[in-house]
């Protein structure tokens, strides 16, 4: 147990020594204004996908898919309970159509893809790095359809365009890939692993620079802020974990599943508000309390559910 908790402390503390990183490089000017739109930019046209299709490419299979439904049926269903949880929660927050859609995303999207895969492949490798995606297969196109949709408040309707993103494709192209039993050259296939290396630390490198802009004393005095996370980092895995156990599912898919809905809160309540001119602060106050939180949070969550 204590093992767990050391390791996986251990992982979280080097990903927030890269936060950290990105942080006081931004506070010392060694990265200006625009070099959050190139390392966004790198992270979503090259590392994230090179993670996405390196993962399926050499894991998936139709065998594999089969045996593993599991994990994209029970990943759906806690999407379904993670949407209707985060509409209500965000009424009970506020009023405004705005904040309702950051505390909406908050509690719907943890920060698996830039926090969770990187940390799931650090501790168990790239098979159950595999089920982790396949328990976030449904999230993640809900992600970048619903998600995107809350966060833009100029946004009237829903659009499936949004799903032709490079992670998308990406992982549509592994698992062309995996079910044919195509091979990179293997100088290509280093490159694509090398690139997938860059993610965790490029990431947080990211989250650090953004966090840099946002006044501190706000960030930890929003009490609303705090009840958020509490449900998104504690209530949801605790859910999650109590239903599949009393459901009688084994231990992988029990780690799997509430492992990735203990992680941070995801990133884009930042990035996409300010891409479109919006305020982020309330995303920015939320990401930086919750990979605080994370230190402790996430860490803990692992060790008890290796005691499951």
């Given at each position: 147990m204590a093992q767990t908790f050391g390791i996986t402390l251990n992982q979280v503390l080097m990903m927030f020594i890269f936060l950290l990183i990105g942080y006081f490089a931004k506070k010392g000017k060694l990265l200006n204004d625009s070099a959050g739109g190139v390392i966004s930019n790198l992270l979503v046209w090259v590392f994230l996908p090179a993670m996405c299709f390196n993962t399926f490419?050499?894991?998936?299979?139709i065998t594999s898919l089969f045996k593993n439904i599991n994990f994209v049926i029970i990943g759906a269903f806690v999407m379904i309970f993670e949407i209707a949880l985060g509409f209500l929660w965000a009424k009970l927050m506020t009023k405004d159509k705005f904040e309702r859609g950051v505390y909406a995303y908050t509690v719907m999207f943890p920060n698996y893809t830039y926090f969770g895969y990187p940390l799931i492949l650090a501790l168990y490798g790239e098979e159950w790095l595999y089920y982790a995606m396949m328990f976030m297969l449904v999230g993640n196109i809900v992600?970048?359809?619903?998600?995107?949709?809350?966060l833009d408040p100029t946004k009237t309707k829903l659009s499936f365009k949004s799903l032709l993103n490079p992670p998308i494709v990406a992982t549509a192209v592994g698992i062309v890939f995996g079910i044919f039993g195509i091979k990179l050259p293997k100088v290509m296939s280093t490159a694509v692993q090398n690139a997938q290396n860059c993610m965790a630390p490029m990431s947080m490198i990211l989250a650090g620079y953004v966090l840099s802009s946002l006044p501190l004393k706000k960030a930890f005095t929003n009490v609303r802020v705090y009840l958020t996370l509490f449900v998104r980092m504690v209530f949801i895995p605790f859910c999650t974990a109590l239903a599949l156990y009393?459901?009688?599912?084994d231990k992988t898919v029990i780690i799997i599943s509430a492992g990735m809905m203990a992680m941070p809160a995801g990133l884009n309540s930042i990035v996409v508000p300010a891409s479109k001119g919006l305020n982020s602060t309330l995303g920015a106050c939320i990401a930086l309390i919750s990979?605080?939180?994370?230190l402790i949070i996430t860490p803990a969550a692992f060790m008890i559910l290796a005691m499951i």
């Open positions: 490419a050499t894991q998936f299979n992600c970048y359809v619903l998600g995107f949709y809350i009393l459901l009688g599912f990979n605080v939180a994370a």
